[in-house]
């Protein structure tokens, strides 16, 4: 049967984006098959350029130019300031957070008024501006997937959404943020908060600037994410306090920046900050490598899922498989026809 062929077009191509390039190229026979397409690239962005791929362009093939340094050698590198204006079906964003998400938000507006969907790793857009953008998304008739934003590779949103359908949820409660956990740990076990953070850095879960994780806003862009898209509310991160790490913030080894969000008679109540953990609590329990979250429902129990540990491998399986859920939406099912934009 002859496949659909879905173009792409891909910001960022940092750790996460090249996992993405890595798991469509490795996969590709399994992804093709269980949605009867084929993922092609048509245009890609990293730190140092952004280019065009006329004809197209497989992901191992642009993995090799993005180790090679250089993404543009067989595509048409755009001018400062131009973007993607050629047809392709789906945005995917990997790139690193704006601080106010503003730039990201004008492309997904912009590239769904143009007819594309949207599928994205990225915090600060939906953090800062969620009701442009998803109300932009129902008057364009478009998705935007974000499943990656919050728990990395753990499964949320598309859990939730496809098993617990006739739930409300009652209460979330969660570890969304594996850098600033870790460096609390650390500090609880006595090191200072210095040493933690360069520890976390060796160990490739902490950037070079990693004040966003320690300081709190990293958690603080998922709590908020969390609270619009399960519990319906219309946060902004600067309407939202939060709690980050100070140097002398943990003194004992329970103590974790957690997520709770609680729907109340009077209110959703939504906290993020440091909080010390019972030994038998659920949150307790998880490795210093782990993301996880458990959650209250009407009808579907408590759910509890966690990872072993977390990291830009997991980020991007999540990332393509919102890709794969959009295409079983969208695209399958129409072979040798695909949607042209």
């Known amino acids: 049967m002859a496949k659909n062929r879905v173009s792409i077009a891909i910001m960022g191509l940092g750790n996460v984006g090249k996992n993405f390039l890595s798991i469509l190229d490795r996969q590709s026979s399994l992804i093709s098959d269980r949605t009867e397409c084929e993922f092609i690239i048509a245009a890609a962005s990293d730190s140092r350029h952004s280019v065009l791929y006329r004809n197209g362009i497989q992901p191992g093939e642009l993995l090799d130019l993005k180790s090679g340094g250089d993404i543009s050698t067989k595509g048409q590198p755009l001018r400062a300031g ?25 492309v997904y507006v912009d590239s769904m008024e143009t007819g594309k969907d949207i599928v994205t790793a990225n915090k600060s857009p939906l953090a800062n501006h969620w009701s442009d953008i998803m109300d932009c998304s129902r008057q364009q008739g478009k998705s935007v997937l974000f499943e990656a934003t919050v728990a990395g590779g753990v499964p949320l949103f598309s859990l939730l959404k496809y098993s617990c359908g006739p739930s409300r949820l009652v209460r979330f409660r969660g570890i969304v943020s594996l850098t600033a956990n870790f460096v609390l740990r650390k500090m609880g076990e006595g090191l200072t908060f210095e040493r933690a953070v360069r520890m976390a850095q060796e160990l490739g879960i902490a950037e070079t600037n990693y004040t966003d994780d320690t300081g709190g806003v990293d958690a603080a862009r998922k709590t908020v994410i969390l609270a619009n898209a399960l519990f319906g509310l219309n946060l902004r991160l600067a309407e939202f306090k939060f709690q980050g790490i100070t140097s002398s913030a943990a003194t004992e080894d329970s103590s974790r920046l957690i997520t709770e969000i609680v729907s109340e008679p009077d209110g959703t109540k939504v906290f993020s900050g440091i909080r010390k953990l019972d030994a038998g609590d659920f949150l307790a329990s998880f490795g210093e490598m782990s993301l996880g979250y458990e959650v209250e429902t009407e009808f579907s129990g408590k759910l509890r899922i966690s990872s072993v540990s977390d990291g830009p491998v997991e980020t991007a399986a999540a990332v393509v498989n919102d890709l794969m859920l959009l295409a079983g939406q969208k695209f399958q099912g129409k072979p040798g026809n695909p949607v042209r934009i």
């Open 82 to 106: 131009e973007t993607f204006a050629s047809s392709f079906h789906v945005l995917v964003d990997m790139s690193t957070a704006s601080p106010d998400g503003k730039r990201e938000r004008d």
